[in-house]
């Protein structure tokens, strides 16, 4: 809004725009656009540090729905009488709030969501014990939205990788103003050529 106000005072509708006033024009959409990138380098970093600090005991127990039903998995006959095959369901109204933004799409886009709940549903019958699948099932869980940070959340940059891109842009540009100046003596020669040819 700030950057919209300022560029009211610039151009006033009906007025003529002069070439100066488009250069202020161009320069505020530039600081317009450095900062979003800041802003997106900043959240970048906010969920490289989330998830650094992320681990299946600080997903809170209290927002989940934990439930037990009889499994076919391995035990012997103690499956047919012992409910261990846990179910676990996180509504993601409760989930996303705690994630950062850039997680949101890909956590929606996991295979546990359920659309229609708005769950992410994970299920555990690998023991004949509710306490050890419950824990796999919040080992999953941490696993589904770490999976979703390496999807969105690119790993930073080291300063040799950085050093290489910024090696990479300046050969780049080297080579743009090298075509630019034959191009334009090019030009001149033809433009040299034909004024002689005419006398």
């Known amino acids: 809004m ?3 106000a300022m560029l009211r005072h610039v151009i006033l509708p009906g007025s003529t725009t002069s070439s100066k006033s488009l250069c202020v024009t161009r320069a505020l959409a530039t600081k317009r656009s450095t900062n ?3 802003a997106d380098e900043a959240e970048l970093a906010a969920a490289r540090k989330w998830l650094a600090n992320l681990n299946p005991d600080t997903i809170p127990r209290n927002l989940c729905d934990i439930t037990f039903s009889r499994s076919s998995g391995p035990g012997g006959q103690n499956v ?3 409910s261990s095959k846990t179910t676990l369901r996180l509504p993601t109204t409760s989930l996303l709030p705690l994630l950062p933004p850039l997680l949101h799409p890909a956590v929606l886009a996991s295979r546990y969501y359920a ?3 708005s769950s992410l549903v994970l299920q555990a019958d690998e023991s004949r014990k509710q306490g050890e699948n419950v824990t796999a099932c919040f080992r999953r869980l941490h696993e589904v939205i770490l999976q979703a940070g390496r999807e969105v959340v690119p790993g930073e940059t080291s300063v040799e990788q950085r050093k290489r891109v910024e090696g990479l842009q300046k050969a780049e540009a080297a ?3 090298r075509m630019k100046e034959f191009q334009s003596k ?4 033809r433009r040299g050529g034909g004024g002689g040819r005419d006398e």
């Open 80 to 82: 047919n009488k012992v």
């Open 186 to 189: 090019k030009k001149s020669a």
């Open 175 to 177: 080579g743009r103003r």
């Open 2 to 4: 700030r950057y919209n």
């Open 36 to 38: 979003a990138e800041e």
């Open 115 to 117: 659309p229609n709940t």
